[in-house]
C-alpha cells in the first residue's frame, strides 16, 4: 500500500493510501476537539444534522437521490472520547471510479458531497440550522439516551464511570444527558458548529485503488489556515486511595457488576492489551476459564482496557447471591497474573490473537483509516509490523510486572430492585 501526506493547512492534514486491490473508495474526515462535557449534547447532536440534510440538499430524499447518483454511496458518522480528546468522524463510501459507468469522477463527487454537509449545511437564517432538521434529530439522540436503559451491561458501565474517573471528562456520556439535549436550540447547537470548524484539528483519510490527485487542492481550499488547539490523548486516571464501592437498584434480570483497575507508571500499550488479553478479553483468559466455566459464578465475565486511560474495566453479569463470590474471584484471578501463576500457553495464545488482528489490517479501506490513526495518536507511532514485533516480544515477566501495576479503583453494582 502506498501512503502520502499532505499537510494542507495549519490543523489540516489529507492522509492518502492507495491499494489496487480495493473496489471500494472511502474519504473521511476526522474534528478532533479537547473534552468538553458540557458540550457533548450538542457535539452528539451535530453529526446526523450535518449528513442528513445540507444547503444543497435540504431534505433527506434530496440527499438520498444525489448518493444513489453516486451509484449508492453512502454517507456515515461517528463520535467518540480517546482519552482527553473528543472525536466526530464523517465520512463517505462509493465505489472506485473504475467501476463507473460512464467514466465519472466520483472521488471527486464524493468528496464535494461530503465538504457541502460539513461547510454549508441546512440553516434557517444566518446562524441557526433549520428548525424541522434540528426537531428531528433532537428526538433521535434523545431516543438513542433513552434506550441505553435496556442494555444493562453498556448501562451498568456508563453509571460505573462516573465513579472510575470522577472529575475527567470520561466520567460523562458521551451523548449527554436527556435534560441537556432538551436544553439545546439551532442557535446553540450551531454556535458550538462554528467554533469546532474554527479550533479543530482536521485529519482527512482517503483510502482507494486510484491515485487522489485532486483531493489534495479540493480540501485545501475548502479548509483555510486557522488558529487549532492542542488536544491529549494519553491522559492516565489516578487510582484512588481506596477503592470506591458504589451499589444502585433497579428491575433487572440479572445484577451487574464492574470493576475498574487503574495502572500507574509508564506501561506499553501492548502489554496493557495483552495483560487485559489475558486477563478476561478472550474464550482462553482467566476470568472465562475459572470465574464462568470452573467455578459457574456468573453468566459473563470480560475484560477491556482503557489504555489512554491506563484503566482496565472488568463486566460481569451475576445473580444476587453471586456477586461477593464473583468480586474475590476476579481479584483472585488478577492476584493469579501478578504472581506469574499462569502457563506459558496462556501468554502464547494471546500473542497470536493480537498479531492475527493485526495482520488482517489493510483487508478493508476502513481498517487502513483506524490503523493510520491510531499509528499517529501512537507516542511511539509504530506500525502494523513494528507492533508485531512489539507484541511478539513481551516476556512472562513483562506481563507480571503490567499486572502489578494494576490496583483496584472502583466497584459498581447494579442490584436487582428489592436487594441490599
Same mark, same amino acid.
Given at each position: 500500500m502506498e501512503e502520502n501526506t499532505h499537510v494542507l493547512a495549519e490543523g489540516v492534514e489529507l492522509v492518502s493510501m492507495t491499494e489496487p486491490k480495493f473496489k471500494t473508495t472511502n474519504i473521511s474526515v476526522m474534528m478532533l476537539m479537547p473534552c468538553e462535557p458540557?458540550?457533548?449534547?450538542a457535539w452528539g447532536l451535530l453529526p446526523n444534522l450535518l449528513l442528513n440534510s445540507c444547503r444543497k440538499y435540504p431534505s433527506m430524499a434530496k440527499m438520498t437521490e444525489r448518493m !444513489?447518483? $453516486?451509484?449508492?454511496?453512502?454517507?456515515?458518522s461517528s463520535v467518540s472520547l480517546i482519552g482527553d480528546m473528543w472525536q466526530m468522524q464523517i465520512r463517505i463510501n462509493m465505489i472506485g471510479d473504475a467501476y463507473a459507468l460512464a467514466g465519472e469522477k466520483l472521488k471527486e463527487a464524493a468528496a464535494e458531497l461530503l465538504l457541502e454537509c460539513i461547510l454549508h449545511p441546512n440553516l434557517d437564517g444566518e446562524r441557526a440550522f433549520s428548525a424541522e432538521a434540528f426537531r428531528m434529530e433532537q428526538k433521535e439522540l434523545l431516543d438513542v439516551i433513552e434506550s441505553e436503559i435496556n442494555d444493562k451491561r453498556s448501562y451498568a458501565v456508563k453509571r460505573a464511570k462516573r465513579t472510575i474517573f470522577r472529575g475527567e471528562p470520561n466520567a460523562n456520556p458521551l451523548y449527554g444527558t436527556k435534560e441537556e439535549v432538551l436544553a439545546l436550540t439551532p442557535e446553540t447547537v450551531y454556535?458550538?458548529?462554528?467554533?469546532?470548524l474554527q479550533k479543530a !484539528?482536521? $485529519?482527512?483519510?482517503?483510502?482507494g485503488a486510484e491515485q487522489a490527485e485532486e483531493l489534495p487542492e479540493i480540501f485545501r481550499k475548502a479548509f483555510l489556515p486557522r488558529k487549532t488547539v492542542e488536544i491529549c490523548t494519553n491522559s492516565p486516571s489516578k487510582c484512588k486511595p481506596e477503592p470506591e464501592i458504589v451499589t444502585e437498584t433497579m428491575e433487572v434480570n440479572q445484577c451487574q457488576l464492574v470493576m475498574a483497575f487503574k495502572a500507574d507508571g509508564m506501561q506499553s500499550t501492548e502489554a496493557m492489551r495483552m495483560c487485559s488479553m489475558m486477563f478476561g478479553g478472550a474464550p482462553f483468559s482467566l476470568l472465562f476459564m475459572n470465574v464462568r466455566e470452573k467455578m459457574s459464578l456468573c453468566y459473563y465475565c470480560s475484560s477491556s482496557i482503557v489504555y489512554e486511560k491506563h484503566t482496565m474495566l472488568v463486566t460481569c453479569g451475576v445473580s444476587q447471591e453471586n456477586v461477593e463470590k464473583a468480586r474475590q474471584a476476579i481479584e483472585e484471578q488478577l492476584r493469579v497474573l501478578q504472581n506469574g501463576e499462569f502457563e506459558e500457553k496462556l501468554l502464547a495464545d494471546a500473542q497470536r490473537y493480537f498479531i492475527n488482528a493485526l495482520k488482517l489490517t489493510g483487508d478493508t479501506p476502513s481498517s487502513c483509516i483506524v490503523e493510520a490513526f491510531e499509528r499517529r495518536i501512537r507516542p511511539d507511532h509504530a506500525d502494523v509490523q513494528e507492533q508485531i514485533q512489539l507484541f511478539s516480544r513481551l516476556t512472562k515477566e513483562e506481563i507480571i510486572q503490567t499486572a502489578k501495576a494494576f490496583q483496584l479503583d472502583s466497584?459498581?453494582?447494579?442490584?436487582?430492585?428489592?436487594e441490599s
Open positions: 458540557e458540550k457533548f449534547a !444513489q447518483e $453516486l451509484y449508492g454511496a453512502y454517507l456515515d454556535a458550538v458548529y462554528e467554533e469546532i !484539528q482536521i $485529519l482527512i483519510y482517503y483510502v466497584v459498581y453494582i447494579l442490584n436487582q430492585k428489592g
